[in-house]
Nanobody, 125 residues
Framework: HGELDVSGGGSVQAGGSLSLSCTTS????????MGWFRQAPGKEREGVAA????????FYADSVKGRFTISRDDAKNTLYLQMNSLKPEDTAMYFC??????????????????WGQGTQVTVSS
């Protein structure tokens, strides 16, 4: 399937913006669903945003709706997450994930087989 290479992240003040990228090397064309997840210290990993490649349907956690946007560029084999109006509670390690099938619950971690390395997002108040 290939590796997922995550870039972006960093530190920003509340209200600021950051963008994450996840590039797949390998069999990107077999990817059916992709998503962004995050994990804060002491908390479980949670789904943030996801999409199904064939339909283009997108899914968002309630906590990020209206602030985050997931997108992809098939020509670049890359998934993106644009994060605007960031809040301190968005601070976490962010991961991208993919699956070779259309996952039934897009924001559920167990449905994804392939994971990229995490990138830290820190939002200060």
């Amino acid at each position: 399937h290939g590796e997922l290479d995550v870039s972006g992240g960093g530190s920003v003040q509340a209200g600021g913006s950051l963008s994450l990228s996840c590039t797949t090397s390998g069999l990107y064309y077999r990817t059916a669903s992709m998503g962004w997840f995050r994990q804060a210290p002491g908390k479980e990993r949670e789904g943030v945003a996801a999409l199904h490649r064939s339909s283009g349907f997108t899914f968002y956690a309630d906590s990020v709706k209206g602030r985050f946007t997931i997108s992809r560029d098939d020509a670049k084999n890359t998934l993106y997450l644009q994060m605007n109006s960031l809040k301190p509670e968005d601070t976490a390690m962010y991961f991208c994930a993919s699956a070779d099938r259309v996952v039934p619950v897009p924001l559920r971690t167990d449905d994804y087989k392939y994971w990229g390395q995490g990138t830290q997002v820190t939002v200060s108040s």
